[in-house]
Nanobody, 115 residues
């Protein structure tokens, strides 16, 4: 069974920080690149960050220098440290992994940044 469970969202003021966590089942975590996406109201889901099993990372331009993705391969966990948050970061954040032949998504966690 595949499971991706996000946690850690909440309400924070502009300039604040939050850390999101994603607990993944081993069958979609081990050896896989893990992703964070987000979807703001009325907008399409967009890529935020990714991390390979070897811990190479990639970020959307909009979050570079502010967000940090990491993973704990022993615990099957992925994290997203979000600093210097802005109102435009408000969205539901999703953890994602691909296991042939499909993508898997968590239920999402809401992040709201107040101005």
């Amino acid at each position: 069974q595949v499971q991706l469970v996000e946690s850690g969202g909440g309400l924070v003021q502009t300039g604040g920080s939050l850390t999101l966590s994603c607990a993944a089942s081993e069958n979609v975590f081990r050896g896989n690149t893990m992703y964070w996406y987000r979807q703001a109201p009325g907008k399409q889901r967009e890529f935020v960050a990714s991390i390979t099993s070897g811990r190479s990372t990639n970020y959307a331009d909009s979050v570079k220098e502010r967000f940090t993705i990491s993973r704990d391969n022993a615990k099957n966990m992925v994290y997203l440290q979000m600093d210097s948050l802005k109102p435009e970061d408000t969205a539901v954040y999703y953890c994602n992994s691909y296991k042939y032949p499909r993508d898997y998504w968590g239920q999402g966690t809401q992040v709201t940044v107040s101005s």
